[in-house]
C-alpha cells in the first residue's frame, strides 16, 4: 500500500523511531504534517565539484574523504574542539588540506571517523596558511548510498519549532517525498490545461518539488504553482463575496438636478480624474445592486467632494447619507465643508461625534439628510434603516467589524470606502478584490509644488528664520512633534515643550497646540481657530496624520521623523501642498543617524504615493504590507509572489472561470477550502 496523507509518520520504516518521537512531539504525526511544512527559502548546494579547496565567505560544498580526526583541549578546564582532516574525496590529494572544526564538542569523535566519505556545507576560512570550515553541515555517505539528503543538492530550510533540528525534518521530508506516489493529493486548481505555464504539473508534483526539487527551474515552477493555488483560494472567496453582494438586493439611487446644482456651485471645476470617478459611483448607485466602491486617490486628490456628490444621489432618491470618519478633528471639518456646500442646497446636516447624543453638536441624526460623524455613529439608535449610502473615509483606519455594523446599519444601502493608501494594482486585487476600485490620479491644477528637504535635528535655528518669512508672507505652517515609542502621554508632553519653545521664538504669531488628550471641543476650538487663521501656527502631535485640509498652511516641519514610517510620512505631508503657494516640508532627523537620510531621501524626491508606497514595499517586503492589511487571518505563504502581476490576475481569471460553472464550489476538490471561501465573517472581510 503506498503512503497517503493521512498515513501515520510510525508507519514508515525509513524514520527511526527516535525520530518519529521527537516530531510527534511537536504535533508532527502524520504524513501531511510534515509535507505541508513548507521549506522558507533553499540553499543551491549543487556547487560539488571536487576541485581543491579554497577560501569563501558563502558557504560551499564539497565531497570528502575523513584521513584524520582527533580531539584538542585548551587549558585546565579541558574546554575541547573535535577535528577532522579531510581530502577531496575524488583523490586530488595533491591539493591542501581541509579542517573541519567542532568547537566545544568532543562528542563529534563518536560520530565522524577516519575513513568516512563526507558532505560538507560551511564557509572555508584560512588562518595561518591553514585552511579550516567550522560547524559545517554534514551527512555521511554510506557507500552505496548516491542520493543525498543535506547536501550536494539544492537543499530545503525550514522554520523550526523548538526540539527540531534541521536535519530531522529534513530527513523526514525526504522520505516521504520518495514514498509518495504521483497521485496522493488531489488538485485544487482546475485542470492544468488551463492554466498555460503549467503544463505537467499538478499539486503533487508541486509539494514535492517545493521540499526537494532536481533543479532551481522546476523549484520556482514548483513554488508559483502553490502560490497560484493559495491566490486562486483568495480569488474564489473574493469573488464569491462580490458576487453575493451583487444579488443581495439593493436600492437604485439615481442623481438628479441636485448634484448639479452642487457642481456648479463649487468654488472650483472638478478635475477629470473627479468627474469620472463621480460618474462610476453614480453609475453604481444607480443601479439595482448595492454599490460595493472603493475611491482611491492619493492625498490632496479631492476625494471629499466627489463623496459629498455621491451622497446627494441618496439624498435626492429620499435617503439618508452617512460619512464616518476615523478621528473626530476630520469629522468635523467634513461636518464645517459640508454646510458650506450643502447646506446653501436646503440640506440638513448633522454631526455626531461623542458616545452620548448630549455630545453631539448639532441636530437630530434621525432627520438631517446628512450625518457625518466618528465611529460614535455606530452607537446612534436613530441612524437606522433610511440609510441609501454609507461612505467610509480613510477607510484603513477603521476595522473590518466597525465598517461592518455602519453598513448593517442602512437596509443594502451603497458603500463607498475612501482611501489614499496606494496599493499596487495586484495587491489591490487581492485585499480589495470584492470591490470596484475608481481612481483619482489627477491632482488639482493650480497647486504649488511641495519640497521636502531632510535636516538634521541640530538645524533648526536656520528652520526658525525660514518659518518667520513664510510667516510674514502669510502662510501658516504645522510643526509636528513626535511619536514617542507609542506612548500618547510622552507624545504630549514633547509636543507641549516645542509649544512653549515655539511660543518664545515666534513672539508675534498666535501658536497653537493640538494633541490627543485635549477634550474633544478643546479639539475642535484649536483646529477651528487654525483654519481661520487666528493661529497661525499649529504645534500638533500625529493626530493632524489623516484628512486635516488647510489649504493655506504651506510649512510642515516634522521633528523626529526618523522614527515613522514613510507610508506615514507622506500622510503627514499630505497636509500641505493643498493650496496654490509652494509649501515646504522638513524632515528632522537626529544628527548622525545615516540609515535615516538614506530612508527617507525618497521623500525629497517625490510626492507621489505610488512610488514612495513601492520604495516602502522594497523594503519590507508585501508580506508585512498584507500580513497587517489582513489583520487576524494567516499571511500568506507565498506572499512575496504577488508582486508577481501575471500570476495574481490569472488567480482571477480562474476564479471568475470556476464560480460561473460551479456557483457553489460542489467539486470535491474544493472540499477543504470550501469553508474559508463561504465563511461568513464580515462583508469585506480582505480590506484593508
Ligand atoms: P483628499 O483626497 O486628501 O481627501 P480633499 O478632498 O481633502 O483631499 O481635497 C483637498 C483640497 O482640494 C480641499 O481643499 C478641496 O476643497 C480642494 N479641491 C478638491 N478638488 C479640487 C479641484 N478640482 N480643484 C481645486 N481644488 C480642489
Ligand atoms: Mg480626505
Not at 584521513?67 to 591539493?95: C, L, W
Not at 505537467?200 to 526537494?212: D, E, I, Y
Request: charged residues 25%; aromatic residues 6%.
Amino acid at each position: 500500500m503506498s503512503l497517503a496523507l493521512d498515513s501515520p509518520l510510525n508507519a514508515m520504516p525509513e524514520l527511526s523511531s527516535r525520530m518519529v518521537k521527537t516530531l510527534e512531539k511537536e504535533g508532527l504525526t502524520q504524513v501531511a504534517d510534515v509535507i505541508s511544512w513548507l521549506p522558507f527559502r533553499h540553499e543551491d548546494r549543487t556547487r560539488d565539484e571536487n576541485i581543491s579547496f579554497q577560501v569563501s565567505d558563502i558557504p560551499v560544498c564539497h565531497r570528502v574523504l575523513v584521513t584524520k580526526t582527533g580531539n584538542k583541549f585548551f587549558g585546565r578546564r579541558g574546554s575541547g574542539m573535535f577535528e577532522a582532516s579531510v581530502e577531496p574525496s575524488g583523490g586530488a590529494s595533491m591539493g591542501q588540506l581541509l579542517t573541519l572544526r567542532w568547537w566545544g564538542m568532543a562528542f563529534m569523535s563518536r560520530v565522524i571517523a577516519e575513513g568516512q566519505k563526507l558532505i560538507v556545507y560551511g564557509k572555508i576560512k584560512e588562518f595561518k596558511s591553514k585552511l579550516s570550515m567550522d560547524h559545517p553541515e554534514y551527512e555521511i555517505l554510506d557507500d552505496d548510498e548516491t542520493a543525498t539528503i543535506h547536501s550536494g543538492r539544492i537543499t530545503p530550510v525550514y522554520r523550526l519549532k523548538a526540539g527540531i533540528t534541521q536535519k530531522t525534518l529534513r530527513t523526514a521530508a525526504w522520505h516521504i517525498v520518495q514514498a509518495l506516489g504521483d497521485d496522493f493529493t488531489q488538485d485544487v486548481l482546475p485542470k492544468p490545461s488551463e492554466q498555460g505555464e503549467f503544463a505537467g504539473w499538478n499539486r503533487a508534483r508541486a509539494l514535492k518539488a517545493v521540499h526537494f526539487a532536481e533543479t532551481l527551474e522546476s523549484l520556482e515552477k514548483a513554488r508559483r504553482y502553490l502560490a497560484l493555488e493559495e491566490f486562486y483560494g483568495y480569488q474564489l472567496r473574493v469573488v464569491q463575496r462580490r458576487r453575493a453582494v451583487l444579488e443581495s438586493g439593493g436600492h437604485a439611487h439615481v442623481a438628479g438636478l441636485l448634484a448639479r446644482d452642487f457642481e456648479a456651485a463649487l468654488p472650483f471645476q472638478m478635475t477629470g480624474a473627479q468627474k469620472r470617478s463621480l460618474i462610476e459611483i453614480q453609475q453604481d448607485m444607480a443601479s439595482k445592486a448595492p454599490m460595493n466602491r472603493l475611491l482611491h486617490g492619493d492625498v490632496g486628490s479631492g476625494k471629499t467632494v466627489v463623496a459629498f456628490a455621491a451622497m446627494l444621489g441618496a439624498v435626492e432618491s429620499g435617503k439618508q447619507a452617512a460619512l464616518m470618519a476615523p478621528t473626530q478633528i476630520l469629522a468635523d471639518q467634513h461636518y464645517q465643508t459640508a454646510r458650506k456646500w450643502l447646506e446653501p442646497l436646503g440640506l440638513r446636516v448633522a454631526l455626531r461625534t461623542g458616545a452620548r447624543s448630549e455630545e453631539s453638536t448639532a441636530h437630530d441624526t434621525g432627520i438631517c439628510e446628512i450625518v457625518i460623524g466618528t465611529h460614535a455613529l455606530l452607537h446612534d439608535a436613530q441612524l437606522v434603516k433610511n440609510l441609501g449610502l454609507v461612505v467610509i473615509d480613510e477607510q484603513h483606519k477603521f476595522g473590518v467589524a466597525q465598517r461592518a455594523k455602519l453598513i448593517q446599519k442602512g437596509n443594502t444601502p451603497d458603500v463607498l470606502v475612501m482611501t489614499a493608501t496606494p496599493i499596487p494594482r495586484t495587491l489591490t486585487l487581492t485585499i480589495y478584490g470584492d470591490l470596484d476600485v475608481s481612481t483619482i490620479d489627477e491632482r488639482p491644477k493650480e497647486r504649488g509644488k511641495i519640497i521636502t528637504k531632510v535636516r538634521p535635528a541640530s538645524k533648526q535655528a536656520d528652520a526658525a528664520k525660514f518659518l518667520l518669512e513664510q510667516l510674514e508672507e502669510g502662510r501658516q505652517a504645522y510643526l509636528v512633534y513626535p511619536l514617542i515609542e507609542e506612548s500618547e502621554k510622552l507624545d504630549v508632553t514633547a509636543a507641549k515643550k516645542g509649544h512653549e519653545q515655539w511660543c518664545k521664538l515666534l513672539p508675534n504669531f498666535s501658536v497653537g497646540l493640538l494633541h490627543g488628550k485635549l477634550d474633544a471641543e478643546e479639539k475642535d476650538q484649536v483646529m477651528r481657530d487654525f483654519r481661520s487663521g487666528k493661529h497661525e501656527v499649529l504645534v500638533s502631535t500625529t493626530v493632524i496624520e489623516v484628512g486635516v485640509d488647510v489649504p493655506n498652511a504651506s510649512v510642515m516641519y516634522i521633528h523626529h521623523a526618523e522614527r515613522y514610517g514613510l507610508a506615514q510620512l507622506h500622510q503627514l505631508r499630505g497636509r500641505i501642498g493643498r493650496g496654490e503657494h509652494t509649501s515646504y516640508c522638513v524632515l528632522f532627523v537626529a544628527d548622525k543617524d545615516e540609515e535615516a537620510k538614506s530612508r527617507l531621501a525618497i521623500m525629497e524626491e517625490t510626492t507621489d504615493g505610488f512610488r514612495i508606497s513601492e520604495e516602502d514595499l522594497k523594503r519590507r517586503g508585501p508580506g508585512d504590507v498584507l500580513g497587517k492589511a489582513q489583520s487576524g487571518q494567516a499571511p500568506l505563504k507565498f506572499a512575496e509572489l504577488l508582486a508577481d502581476t501575471r500570476l495574481v490576475r490569472l488567480a482571477r481569471q480562474l476564479a471568475e472561470k470556476t464560480l460561473d460553472e460551479d456557483p457553489l464550489l460542489k467539486a470535491t476538490r474544493f472540499a477543504d477550502i470550501r469553508a474559508f471561501i463561504f465563511q461568513e465573517d464580515v462583508p469585506q472581510a480582505m480590506m484593508q
